[in-house]
């Protein structure tokens, strides 16, 4: 695709824990548009926070890390940690799903933001400072002036995680990765900040990453959505065409994913539901289709080959032996 933005191909990250591997993220690739909404659901552990953290180079030094992530053609991976940090907030910006433990207790909100802003531009205090105030304004917090001077702990959760933003936004970065940003927080509370992150996309023209627990955001809100087993892509198309009227969903992962929220709360923001069975262990994963442990439909050939991911459908790609026809809505 020409017009991509973040364009990441065949991603690998692999840990070693006690002298055995874990494959973290195997072989991912996914292309991001400017200005797209981009929506990654799986269940715990399968890869979705790893892949993202490799991609902003946040994995701890001596990760393996194979693959290719480039930003309009520049390629992140291997990048020495300068030119990361260069990258990083003016490119591509990262918020996560606890705000009391990304900020610093002990320091005043308005002077991490400042930091956060002096980190990457050359500007005089006073510039930083009121920058700052107008950022505070951008994510709609209330009395920003007042805020300004405050600890964290003299803040709701929404409003932390709206300094969070603040700070990921300090650079204007292109792409904003927001990892399960709502999760921490009540409901109420939660749609208040997705529409906030909507709106600033809007505003802003980011393409947005959204890391998401709940089917109902990404059903609403993504232009396009992978969804991940155990490292690996299972199944990724545009929303509307897993989720909307006629949408067809393919792979039996997110069949059963789909089929394990009550039919009444479909349309509700809806937390990921629990699919029966165990995830693999990643350090032993099975030989064939990770899922087959857990899959009623599988068959001989699922326990001995990898189904490999491919585009069946225009746009709309899945890795499966035995697909669900017509969707295989219950
Ligand atoms: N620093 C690390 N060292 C070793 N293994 C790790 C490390 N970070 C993550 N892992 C492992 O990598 C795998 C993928 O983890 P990841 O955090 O990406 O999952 P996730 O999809 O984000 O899950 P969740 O929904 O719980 O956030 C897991 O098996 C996890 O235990
Ligand atoms: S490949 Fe086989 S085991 Fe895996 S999801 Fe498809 S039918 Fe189930
Ligand atoms: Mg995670």
């Known amino acids: 695709m020409t017009d991509a933005l973040l364009q990441v191909d065949d991603l690998r990250v692999t840990f070693a824990i006690a002298g055995r591997e874990v494959r973290a993220v195997d072989g991912i690739s996914f292309t991001v548009s400017p200005g797209a909404t981009l929506a990654i659901i799986g269940e715990s552990g399968s890869g979705k926070t790893v892949s993202c953290r490799a991609i902003m180079g946040l994995l701890p030094a001596g990760t393996a890390i194979g693959g290719s992530a480039r930003l309009r053609g520049t390629e992140l991976l291997g990048l020495s940690d300068a030119e990361l940090r260069r990258h990083r907030g003016s490119d591509l910006a990262m918020v996560f799903q606890d705000p009391a433990r990304s900020l610093n207790p002990t320091m ?163 937390l990921l539901p629990v699919v029966s069975g165990r995830p693999p262990d990643p350090t032993a994963l099975p030989p064939g289709c990770s899922f087959a442990p857990r899959c009623g439909y599988a068959e001989d050939d699922c326990l001995a080959k990898v189904p490999a991911l491919a585009e069946h459908a225009p746009g709309h790609s899945w890795a499966c032996w035995h697909p669900c026809e017509n969707g295989g809505a219950a």
């Open 108 to 270: 005043r909100i308005g002077l991490q933001i400042t930091e956060a802003i002096t980190t990457h531009r050359k500007v005089s205090k006073r510039e930083a400072q009121s920058q700052a105030i107008e950022l505070l304004r951008l994510v709609r917090m209330p009395a920003a002036e007042r805020r300004f001077h405050e600890y964290p702990h003299q803040l709701s959760g929404g409003m932390r995680q709206r300094v969070m933003i603040a700070m990921a936004l300090a650079c204007r970065p292109k792409v904003l990765i927001a990892d399960e940003a709502t999760t921490a927080l009540d409901v109420t509370t939660q749609a208040q900040i997705m529409e906030l992150l909507l709106d600033l996309q809007q505003e802003l023209d980011m393409a947005l990453i959204m890391i998401s627990h709940d089917l109902g955001l990404a059903a609403s809100y993504a232009d396009e959505v992978i969804v991940m087993y155990a490292g690996k892509i299972v199944e990724q198309a545009p929303a509307a065409g897993l989720f909307g009227a006629g949408g067809a969903v393919r792979m039996r992962y997110t069949r059963a994913l789909l089929d394990a929220i009550p039919h009444v709360e479909r349309s509700a923001h809806t």
